[in-house]
């Protein structure tokens, strides 16, 4: 992981604190705090959730709470809940009047929050096109230093940081349904539900109790099966 932790380093010279957009079960939190840690007297987590205290994010924060001790989780809503607020989705409670939020602005929102400028995430070239053009037109291909951000993980493809966490004998990432590697905990995906389902139940009840009309989706899938 050079170029990793020589981006790390280059953004370690000019700040001794961090933050870190960590979704707690992600291979690519759990790798990049890892390489970050050493290098910060302070690392700031930010878990943005869909709901609100569930119990198989909890393990993940817990463990990584234990493990290093420079750093600190905040948990905020997830941009995407203000979008579900505004329309109801699922069967949350609407308010049209809500106001939407961005990445971005959540992310000077904790900056003013924590007074740390230097803002971390796990994106990597290989996850889609898009990534791959904005991460290549910046400096070593993961720092922007005009809106003081970096990208660590850049020039990593997935087998790189699955590598990495079993080198280092770190967490396992969560996966759902078998070959399903967690991508966060996205309310309509029938895989992470089967999942709460089958190992946390009470985290599935918390989920229908927010956004109720998801349990469509198991109840259809269940009566499909049954034909």
Not at 8 to 15: E, G, M, R
Not at 74 to 98: A, E, T
Not at 149 to 167: A, G, V
Request: glycine share 4%; with cysteine; hydrophobic share 35%.
């Amino acid at each position: 992981m050079i170029h990793a932790t020589s981006a790390i380093k280059k953004v370690a010279s000019l700040t001794d604190r961090a933050i870190l957009f960590h979704s707690a079960s992600g291979k690519d939190s759990i790798a990049l705090l890892d390489l970050m840690h050493p290098h910060f007297k302070e690392i700031v987590c930010v878990f943005m959730y869909t709901v609100k205290d569930m119990e198989h994010i909890g393990r993940y924060i817990s463990w990584t709470t234990n493990r290093y001790d420079n750093i600190r989780f905040i948990q905020i809503p997830h941009y995407s809940v203000f979008s579900y607020i505004k329309v109801g989705f699922m069967g949350c409670n609407m308010n049209p009047k809500q106001r939407k939020y961005t990445l971005e602005q959540l992310t000077d929102e904790v900056r003013s929050r924590t007074g740390i400028e230097w803002a971390f995430f796990g994106f990597k070239q290989s996850d889609s096109l898009n990534r791959r053009l904005m991460l290549r037109g910046y400096e070593d291909e993961a720092i922007n230093p005009k809106t003081k951000k970096c990208y660590p993980l850049s020039k990593y493809k997935n087998s790189d940081i699955l590598r990495y966490i079993e080198d280092h004998d770190l967490i396992r990432p969560e996966k759902y349904g078998g070959e399903h590697q967690s991508a966060g905990c996205d309310i309509s995906d029938l895989h992470y539900l089967l999942y709460l389902r089958e190992n946390f139940p009470n985290d599935l009840k918390r989920l229908f109790a927010v956004y109720p009309l998801a349990e469509r989706i198991l109840f259809e899938y269940d009566n499909k099966k049954e034909e």
